[in-house]
């Protein structure tokens, strides 16, 4: 698929060549910036400033999935009550459904979904690949997905698929990638690349993260066809669980002048072997930029992770499962209680009041339960605001643990074996 | 069905025995009350202040649908955001999930859904005997349908049915409706009664009337049992589509302490024979009871009715719609429009800015299209809040109308052909 001499061309060998001494990024992305303001002297884990034009966060941070330019049953307005920083959206989706040229004739996404946050957008490439292979999840719990009808091929060139919309063929590529992110108008946008996928040989993801590194030289000269100071390029990391192929994929993109870094890619079959690719990453990655943890987010991923220097996470974990009755809850046997459970039948008590919000506040977990029992699509709306409400607790009690040095205190209080 | 010797005897003849002297509103419901405080001289519109221990709304004005302790996809907060007055619940839904005990252990309705303003709930026996021949819609659709499987039989003791929920054998019937009600506890209930339908004969209906005359007798029996001052009972109108019969049945309950009046039963197969049959009761009904038109609610039988002397209108419509893409609109064609339609596909401008809720002020039409193309189901809170805000509009400009004597402008506003 990839030609290996161009591979090795677009692979830097040792740290010559990190760095790029011509690169500026006050002068490459002058609306953006981060400022690590804090560093745990125990661990990688630090707080940050991450500066966008549509405002600056803090970090670690939480980006919550938009995915159709909507986060799944609530408002932006429902968001920001949820104190809520940061959302995205997939290019993917959107490119498809109402197409990139529609958001742009409209404004961009923010004024589209009327989000006047920071926003992200990835490259579309994960959910083109997904079909190839199925998702990590799929791959983890053993699901054979094979969805090759979708998936058409994948070239040097990018990837051909079938729209679900309509059955047309489209393709999707950096330079495509890069226009289309231009015309959604999120302020951090993503390199096109190729996630590979767990039972893939080390062989193919050679050569997969090989052609990644050169479609990431390829985003970046299309980036820069349309850049206009408002939107900030993160590069992928690949390289699968082989740490000689991380250490070549991170030194890349640390190499380049993206603006932050994605640790990208399947990262193994269990929890260490995921941290131990994070490790391994982390010792290459450029040590100033932010670093994004693409499509992760449970709660112990989120308390574990910032420990080897994780920025922000993404994940549509909390949406996800509020709508199977799921509440995300400090302190409780894997993160969450079921409300469907009939325990909860006649139980008096809001889901926690301490958020101080409506959904957590108001409704006694009996309300909900009979929600979800007569299919009222409220539940949906309430457990989802407060599983977002949720994470960006837990996200401020991180950045003050880090601040702190009380992190491991942190851990105990709201995870259980 | 009904034995036809109670039923006479059940029937007051004439007026005499009407309006009943022994009847003090003011002690049988002391936490109730209605002032009528304008009356149009040109028809029998009226403004009025209905007062409840939930507090006071002006009438004219519109009961939003929370059927199952929840108007759909919308909370609480919304329904006040979007001005909502006042809402109902249905009791047969409730009864069998989550059942009125448990209702009643949370609190009542009120708590439960975390609702504190007026509330209504109806007998439950509507929802039952449209298991017999199927909803007045059906009727005027031509549907045949006829669930025989679920409505049992319908005796003078009461209506037996099996629960959608898990099969098992219910009843129906006044002292179990008003222990339900009682135990639900919203502000304004109603009796038992038999909801006819179009398709019956005018024995049938006059016999059905006449038993639900009975129960409502023993409906107020039943209500004194539970009586604390927290409730108020509405007799309903009977009759179906016959003069004599309607006027029977309107006698009835004004000489009867019911604190309103509600308009029940099948109203015939168009808008003029409504009218007409509203006219008919209109002589009879009690003049200074508040009167409530069941299950009536498009923009047209507002304005309409309204001349008729209707205080309060209930339906699902607003919220319905909503989820299949009709947002309602002040002068569009059949009183809405399709947010589906691919002309809105591009449309920049929001649904109602005047309306001055982000609902109907932030979002795009082509943002709104999106969500349902995407099928999003943030599309149906946003369209179901613009509904129902629209509709809280309408009553306001209604009562400012029946002040100003304008009422006939107003249609002209509102309605197009």
Redesign the interface.
Known sequence: MAKSSTAKSAAPKGTSGLFDSNYNPDLKYPGFGFDITHKDPNSRARVGKLKTPHGTIETPNYIFCGT????????P?QMKEAQTDIILANTY?LMI??GAD?VQ???GLHK???WNGPMLTDSGGFQVFSMGHGTCADEIKGRNINNKESLLKITEEGAFFKSYHDGKTLMLNPEVSMELQHKLGADLIMQMDECTAYQVTKDYTAKSMEMSMRWGDRSLTAFEKHHNGTQALYGIVQGGVYEDLRKISAEYVASRPFFGTAMGGCLGGSDEEMYGILDWCQNYNHPDRPIHFLGIGRLKDVITSVRYGIDTFDCVMPTRIARHGMALMKGAPNERINLLNKRY??D?EPLDPSLDI??SR???K??I???F??K???A???VSQHNVAVINKLMREVREAIKNDTLHQLEKEWLVD
């Open positions: 159709k330019a909507s986060v799944k049953n609530l408002s307005i989706h459904q109402p529609l004739k409209m404004g589209f979904m009327n039948k006649d008096p409506p959904c108001d409704y006694s009996a309300y339960h009979h929600l029992k007569a009222e699509m409220l949906y709306q309430i």
